[in-house]
């Protein structure tokens, strides 16, 4: 008879079957002396004493093996976690199931880990151990969202994202963080291919990368193909991370894919947990709820959201698209998992901040930042105009980046290039900027930019400087060309920023902008004689000189 740890093991195994359990203790206390670095042995010897009630003998060998023998099996955190809730230290049970899930997420006591986590928050109370968990995982991430570039995406700035990131990968190629957030900022920049390469480099080295999946998920619905998409979601329905960020990530994504019934039970499930959840889960979750259908969930959830001061209106908004929606027999709402207003209540109070200069609040907004890189690369020209105008206005680091890189692109019009080197002035660049010209990327310094180069933006601009300048020459009035050239550019420049003024016949307006030049500085200049002299009506040149003077009398006021 071979007496070893196996043959000890094969005997303590039986007496275990018999509930033999005193029997069972020696026979796995000879596998440990035969084999004391065998974790598993020990293991079984400390479920032998859990089950006689010595929990606390039990710990001093799961300990052991923790500490001397296998640090990183991670399911003696789960055994712990068992022992100490049954001798009732729901706090310290709670620490080391946290601990085992953070290591294990997908492990074989996975589920039965956040049940009873579950049970130890509903039942006993729990919950200061995640709450410290959480907040040291949270500090964690803000300190490596400054090492992988996270919180350039944050604060919407992707163009910067994409420029910093692309160093970091190129110097830490192991930064898995720092990729995924690099195909993030390739997305909102709208360089699809390459934000699809980045999610599945990422997921080919490491399979259950979380935030890649969930990045791929979302590529996948915007560019397919849906096989992909598909596979995605099977995998993110089946895990529920315990990291609060993460988990709402997960519920957003599956979401954001159209599968709201699944990110509904993510959701709840993270609201039940969670010691203290934020306004924006409590919308997540309200959005799902009504994007499935389930009304009464979604009200409930709302009205959680009016609670805080901030988000009452928000709330308040949703509630009566809910009732309305009830009201009309519609059977689902389409919500927005954005914790936000919708788009087009957004663009008027957008309207609003621009007409008040208040654009500090809008700003970082990320998802007007991914939108308006999006335009700048594939919208037509005009939605580029609108773009190019709306990052003048913004005339921040990161929009004079995006600004920069879209006068490399080649055919882009002459008129697109304009209102782009404008916008460039107004951010206040400098130094030397690159722009496609006749097939080749061409170096202009921005201090050799003419003063006028906005009226290159619109030909009929153009146009009406040529008209006015041939007539205050011809009539020997070159003394005024400098103030009109200086009024007839700042109006332009309005023009573009504001985008409300239209000028659609050139004589029209020449003739008003020499006749406002002239009445101030020649008193016997009369209205009907310019008019005459550019073949237009009086009436029309009334009333573009009245739109003219408005401006200059306000700019005057103005300083």
């Known amino acids: 008879m071979r007496l070893d740890a196996a043959f000890f093991h094969e005997r303590g195994v039986k007496y275990l079957q018999r509930h033999d359990f005193e029997r069972a203790l020696k026979a796995f206390r000879k596998t440990v002396e035969y084999e004391p670095d065998n974790p598993v042995h020990h293991c079984n010897l400390a479920g032998v004493l859990a089950e006689m009630g010595d929990f606390a003998a039990s710990n001093e ?47 074989e006591y996975a589920e039965d880990a956040r049940e009873m986590l579950s049970i130890l928050m509903d039942e006993f109370g729990g919950g200061k151990a995640l709450a410290r968990w959480q907040d040291r995982w949270r500090e964690q991430e803000r300190e490596a969202a400054k090492r992988d570039g996270r919180h350039l995406l944050e604060e919407g700035q992707f163009e910067a994202a994409v420029e910093w990131l692309e160093q970091v990968v190129r110097r830490e190629p192991d930064n898995l963080a720092a990729r995924n957030n690099l195909s993030l900022a390739y997305y909102y920049t709208g360089q699809y291919e390459e934000a699809v390469r980045g999610a599945e480099g990422v997921l080919a080295e490491q399979p259950h990368n979380l935030h890649a999946l969930c990045n791929l998920a979302l590529f996948s619905a915007h560019v397919g193909p849906k096989a992909r998409l598909e596979a995605c979601v099977q995998k993110l329905a089946k895990v529920f991370p315990l990291h609060y960020d993460l988990a709402l990530k997960v519920g957003t994504t599956l979401g954001l894919v159209g599968q709201h019934q699944a990110a509904f039970s993510v959701f709840e499930r993270l609201a039940r947990i969670a010691a203290e959840p934020d306004p924006a889960l409590y919308h997540c979750a ?68 621009l007409q008040a200069g208040d654009l500090t609040a809008w700003r970082r ?8 890189y999006w335009g700048l690369r594939h919208g037509d020209d005009e939605t580029r105009r609108v773009v190019l105008r709306t990052l003048a206005w913004l005339a921040d680091a990161d929009a004079e980046r995006a600004i920069r890189l879209f006068l490399k692109r080649p055919q882009v019009p002459p008129a697109l290039q304009a209102a782009a080197l404008f916008a460039l002035q107004r951010c206040g660049a400098r130094g030397r900027i690159d722009v496609w010209v006749d097939g080749e990327i061409a170096p202009v310094r921005m201090s050799a930019l003419p003063k006028d180069l906005v009226l290159g933006i619109e030909p009929v601009w153009q146009e009406v400087w040529r008209l006015a300048e041939d007539w205050f020459k011809a009539h020997r009035k070159r003394q ?47 209205r009907k004689d310019v008019a005459a002299d550019f073949a237009v009506a009086v009436p029309a040149v009334s009333r573009a000189a009245g739109r003219l003077q408005g401006f200059a009398d306000g700019c005057a006021e103005d300083g």
């Open 286 to 353: 309200a959005a799902a709820a009504a994007n499935a259908g389930r009304f009464a969930a979604a009200r409930r959830y709302w009205r959680l959201l009016a609670r805080f001061a901030e988000t009452e209106d928000l709330a308040n908004y949703y509630l009566k698209q809910l009732d309305a929606a009830a009201a009309a027999g519609r059977r689902s709402l389409r919500v927005s998992y954005q914790y936000d207003l919708p788009l087009h209540e957004q663009f008027t109070e957008m309207k609003r901040r």
């Open 61 to 107: 060998v799961l300990l052991r093996v923790l500490e001397e023998i296998a640090p990183d099996m991670a399911e003696v955190q789960f055994y712990l976690a068992n022992n100490y809730a049954n001798m009732g230290e729901y706090e310290i049970a709670e620490e080391y199931v946290l601990r085992y899930l953070d290591a294990r997420p997908d492990g």
């Open 365 to 372: 907004d990320p998802l007007l930042r991914a939108s308006l």
């Open 480 to 526: 005024h060309l400098g103030r009109a050239k200086r009024l007839w550019v700042a109006f332009a420049e309005h023009a573009f920023l504001h985008g409300r003024v239209r000028v659609t016949r050139p004589p029209v307006w020449a003739a008003a902008l020499v006749y406002v030049v002239m009445k101030r500085f020649d008193a016997g200049v009369r």
